[in-house]
């Protein structure tokens, strides 16, 4: 069972008989403690789908909750939900587009490496890879020689993403984005 502060994003928690995904983790220190960290953690229930704030101590204990990690890939949106067939037995899962919302912008029908995350053998939410390739739909012309500098300018992906880039990228290009900040990293 792993401590507050060891528990990462998108981990399955047991709390209060509730199983809930963290989706986010604000860690704090509060002045004149001795040491102890406080973490704010936004969470959502799997069965109903409510979403509320929990905060803990960095050395409360919380038990991992029985969790499955199955290798696939998308395949279609169907109304309000996203499809994704399972890479070895093509079982589908259906997720609805409020409970992967954040993920959404992040992987297209090419995208690999994702996984659906199945808590009670029911699909609960998307595990993406730390970095995808997507594809520069719309930005400012590249400007020639501008390699050497820092300057960014916003870029518009195939996903709807709007990320900062450097000036030498051009639209049409793919590049790489890192998930967890939402950042470029390099051309794919």
């Known amino acids: 069972m792993p401590k507050a502060s060891e ?9 209060n008989n509730r199983t809930c995904i963290v989706r986010t983790i ?7 403690r001795a040491g102890g960290s406080i973490y704010r953690m936004r969470m959502y229930d799997v069965v109903t789908g409510d979403k ?11 038990p991992l909750a029985d969790l499955v990690r199955r290798p696939a890939t ?7 939900e996203y499809v994704f067939l399972d890479k070895e037995d093509y079982t589908p899962y259906h997720l609805h587009k409020d409970a992967i919302a954040e993920e959404v ?13 199945i ?12 970095s995808v390739e997507l594809e520069v ?3 400012d012309p590249s400007i020639k020689g501008a390699s ?23 639209t049409g290009e793919r590049i790489k984005i890192n998930v967890e900040e939402q950042k470029f990293t390099s051309r794919a």
Do not use: C, H, W
Not at 7 to 15: G, L, Q, R, S
Not at 52 to 62: I, N, Q, R, V
Not at 74 to 80: L, T
């Open 7 to 15: 528990i990462k994003k998108n981990n399955t928690i047991v709390f």
């Open 26 to 32: 604000d860690r704090s220190v509060p002045q004149g």
């Open 52 to 62: 509320f704030d929990e905060t803990f101590k960095d050395s409360d204990m919380l």
């Open 74 to 80: 998308f395949s279609y949106m169907d109304g309000d």
């Open 105 to 117: 912008l992040f992987f297209n029908e090419e995208t690999d490496g994702i996984q659906v995350l």
């Open 119 to 130: 808590v009670s053998e029911a699909p609960v939410a998307l595990d993406l890879p730390a």
């Open 137 to 139: 739909v719309e930005t």
């Open 148 to 170: 050497a500098t820092s300057r960014t300018k916003p870029a518009k992906l195939s996903t709807g993403l709007v990320v900062q880039v450097p000036e030498y990228i051009s």
